[in-house]
């Protein structure tokens, strides 16, 4: 089991970036997957995710949402993070997760960098 977080960089305030995240080894319809966070100096915090068994019911931190969009391609086994308008508060490692039935999987994450 294997996830591949990619997509990250640098951007201005009021850019976009769109993360991937690549699955390997299984096939993540029935899992909850998405992202975490980790900013310097700050918790951990989960920023998105979702759940494509159950009709892709989706969930965002509230400051990410109507700015952050989540899908996911079976086809692909990827899942993906448009954002948008970002702002310097949204840098931080951004990390793939997955987790069904206790079992939590975690990627390397990708560095996203907002200057102001």
């Known amino acids: 089991v294997q996830l591949q977080a990619s997509g990250g960089g640098f951007v201005q305030a009021g850019g976009s970036l769109r993360l991937s995240c690549a699955a390997s080894g299984f096939s993540f319809d029935r899992f909850t997957i998405g992202w975490f966070r980790q900013a310097p100096g700050k918790e951990r915090e989960g920023v998105s995710f979702?759940?494509?068994?159950?009709?892709?019911?989706?969930y965002y931190l509230d400051s990410v949402a109507g700015r952050f969009t989540i899908s996911s391609d079976s086809t692909t086994n990827a899942v993906y993070l448009q954002m948008n308008s970002l702002k310097p508060e949204d840098t931080g490692i951004y990390l793939c997760?997955?987790?069904?039935?206790?079992?939590?999987?975690w990627g390397k994450g990708t560095q996203v960098t907002v200057s102001s």
């Open positions: 997760y997955a987790y069904l039935y206790g079992v939590e999987y």
């Open positions: 979702i759940r494509p068994s159950d009709d892709d019911e989706t």
